[in-house]
């Protein structure tokens, strides 16, 4: 059996009375892309932290490499490169030098570190701005530049917190199909933590979605959308001309179909929902019954079906206490009020 | 033949490998980028240029009016030349020690008080974290590397004074003097390095830079400015008048507001580098008639005048080591999130 490179067992983490990750079990394999999904204040930071052993799990463990990531993180992070959320450079260095130092803490020699430094910037479609400042750059040069920062110290296994944030859709792609060849060329395994859905359906080979510090679901997407939509993966939509007239015998004969679930008549609409694709049976019966069919719609659960149904009970609780919410920003006074 | 030759193969490879991969510990990286920083930083160059200023400026009225201070046969530290020049003043600008004492807080505050704080919002810290180093590295080399910034500076200027001393009058220097001198630069580099490490304190425990500098600064004017005045209003307040007292009492009472007084470490550093630098003073609080009896007004050794300051001395050292310690602590436990 392959050994899986993160595996995390009862991963728990309180701040004061407020729950962050609760319980969490989640293995990931050797040259997975991993997409973790989730609202804001889901936990998705929490739990990426405390892989890096940067943040004391309350309960629980996380394994990385083998390696007890709170017991031993020093030789965690030798393994894995991890790119925060608003990645910051020190501005008043260049590219270059941001990176070299990078490079020296992780024990890069120095008679090389300059090279790979520079070589690594290439690789990340850098070299035009080598020896610019890191306070001038945009949002996806520094992006870019965070990639190149987190491959340099040549990790097993990368992770990337809210990478496409900020970015023009174009920077998104071209930065996601980078990701992907990576993870292609070299077999490493991704974690990636992200709200937006679309991206991470685009490159990640499977998904675990995350609300309110809990995992609700893992797989990858066709799994996901057949735990939840199990009872009808498939959908289609009928638009009909005219009214029906009898629409309780009308479902009832479509419910006699093999493979049909669920009818819905809405005037001119029905709904059909089953557990195969019937779409030419369909169409086929309404038209031997006579109606005119004006349009038939297949309908496809993606990613947004599956993010709606999870989160649309959970929504609601988690806007109150969102990130910005300033968890750790108390001030001197609120405290006071508290009490 | 053959296995001679990939014996020596092996054994070169093998010594170039072992010597190729010659990395920095991360630590002096750290130590390294930071004295970088702290030199290339626009505060740093301003503040050290003030110094410098400062130091020339009392060097200048110091060597101008040497020739009178060594002729003074009344002093007993007359012959100590490059003491005097460090000292020795017309009333229109304070020696280069008291604008340390001035100057000294700024300085340490100004290198200090965005420390972890900077790190911290611009998102560097937790990208530092990341890397495979100890989080207290992170700290260390901080205040390594601004130590090693301000020993340089005074080191620097001390030698320069010495240097030029040397030059303008020619009059070779007492081993006794460089000891003190170099004292007094140790002393300075503690003073220095307390309000650093206060204003890395508030640095850890203060999110924007703004409020941790503001905070240094309004300590460093309470010890400078308001304490002195607390201290006046207090004493007022409660002491009987001194003409009802007896010499004893008056004693014991002078004892006690000095005791206060020196909880402001510009008034420890200023009396250790008056006995420093002043080899005739004996003692730092009134002395009765019966310990003055039979003194000859006499220059120290540098073994006594140490001994005279050394409770300042490690009162500063103390708070130093508190400062740091405090702030270790909280940057250890402190969550590193944005």
Redesign the interface.
Known sequence: MEQPIIEINGLTKYYGSLKAVDNLHLSINKGEIFGLLGPNGAGK??TI?ML?G??EPSAGQAHICGLNAARNP??V??K?????D???????LTALENLT??G????????EVKDRARNMLVEVGLEAAIHKKAGAFSRGMKQRL?LA?VLL?QPEVIILDEPTLGIDPTGVRDFLELIRQLSEAQGLTILLSSHHLHQVQQVCNRVGIFVGGRLLAEGNIETLAANLFNAAPYAVQVTLKAAISEANGLEKDILRMPAVSKVTVDGTVVEISGEEDITPDIVRFFVQRGFDVTGVQQKSYGLDEIYQRYFENNLKENASNEKSSGL??RSFFSRFKKQ | MKSQAAYFNGLFSAGSKSS???????FF??VR?EVA?QV?SWRFIILAGLILLTFLGSMYVSITNISKAVSNINDPDRLYLYLKLLTTTDGSLPPFHIFIGFLGPLLGISLGFDTINSEQS???L?????????RDSVINAKFVASLIVISTLFLSLNLLMIGGGLVITGVSMEPSELVRILCFVILSVIYVSFWLNLSILLSVKF?QPATSALTAIAIWLFFTVFYQIIVNVIIKAFLPSPDVLSQDQLVAYNRIILTFLRFVPSQLYTDATTTLLMPSVRSLGPLTMEQMAGAIPSPLSVRESLLVVWPQVSGLIAATVVCFALSYYLFMRR????
């Open positions: 930071s929490t932290l890096l940067l943040t020093i030789p992070k030798r894995v490169g991890y790119m925060p608003n990645v910051g450079f020190y501005n008043e130092y990078i020296r803490l992780n024990g890069i020699p120095e008679a965070g920062d110290k750790f920003q | 190729n991969p010659k990395a920095t510990s991360p990286a750290m980028k920083d290339h611009s998102g560097t937790i990208r530092l974290m990341a890397q495979p180093v100890y999110r969550e590193i999130r944005t």
